[in-house]
C-alpha cells in the first residue's frame, strides 16, 4: 500500500470568498527528498518565510526554481474557487480531487493542513473519508514557517493567486508551469 504525505495551504480568506485558492503538495516515501530539495531552493534564494512576507524578487526566482525541479513535477496541485465561502469544504474538496489524481490504487495518507484548528481535525478527518480519502488523521500545522513543504504550498498559493491578479511575470511563470504540468489545476 502506498503511503501519500499531503501538505496543504490556502488564501483569500480575506477577499470573502471572491477568490479561495487551494495548494497541495503530495509526496510519497521519498517525502524527505522533496523536503530536501524544497530547502536547497530556499537556501539559493534566500527565500525562507511566507510567500507574502518574501521579497517579490526572491518570489520570483524561488518560483523559477521550483518549477524546474524535477522533484516536483507531479506533486503540486491548486484549485481555485470563485464567490465561495464555504473555506473548510473547499479544501477538503482540492485534497481528495488532488489524492484521486495521484493514480489509482489502495493509499494512506497523512495530511497536514495549515492553520487548521485542532478543534476541527477530527471534522476534516470524517469528511475526507466520506470522500473516499484513506488515511491517518488529517493535523493542523500551527507553525506553517517550520515546514519546508507547508511553505512549498503556501508559495504555490501565491504565484496562483499573483498570476489570478494579473501581475504579468507571475502569470507567466504560472501558465508555463500548468502547461507544462508542473502543477495541476484541478477543476472547481
Not at 47 to 54: E, G
Not at 81 to 91: S, W
Not at 95 to 104: N, R, S
Request: net charge positive.
Amino acid at each position: 500500500m502506498r503511503h501519500l504525505f499531503c501538505y496543504v495551504d490556502e488564501t483569500g480568506q480575506d477577499t470573502r470568498g471572491v477568490l479561495f485558492i487551494v495548494a497541495v503538495v503530495i509526496a510519497e516515501d521519498d517525502v524527505e527528498a522533496v523536503r530536501q530539495a524544497c530547502e536547497r531552493i530556499e537556501r539559493a534564494t534566500g527565500k525562507r518565510a511566507k510567500w507574502i512576507k518574501t521579497r517579490y524578487a526572491r518570489r520570483l526566482e524561488y518560483a523559477r526554481q521550483v518549477l524546474a525541479e524535477s522533484a516536483f513535477r507531479g506533486r503540486l496541485y491548486a484549485a481555485t474557487h470563485l464567490n465561495q465561502r464555504d473555506y473548510l469544504r473547499l479544501t477538503l474538496q482540492t485534497i481528495a480531487e488532488a489524492l484521486k489524481d495521484t493514480g489509482g490504487g489502495k493509499y494512506e495518507a497523512t495530511i497536514r493542513i495549515d492553520g487548521l484548528p485542532r478543534t476541527q481535525e477530527r471534522l476534516a478527518t470524517l469528511e475526507l473519508r466520506r470522500m473516499g480519502v484513506a488515511g491517518g488523521r488529517v493535523k493542523g500545522v500551527r507553525r506553517d514557517e517550520n515546514d519546508a513543504l507547508i511553505r512549498l504550498a503556501d508559495a504555490i498559493c501565491g504565484l496562483c493567486r499573483a498570476a489570478r491578479e494579473d501581475q504579468p511575470e507571475m502569470k507567466a511563470l504560472w501558465e508555463r508551469a500548468v502547461k507544462a504540468g508542473v502543477v495541476r489545476e484541478l477543476e472547481k
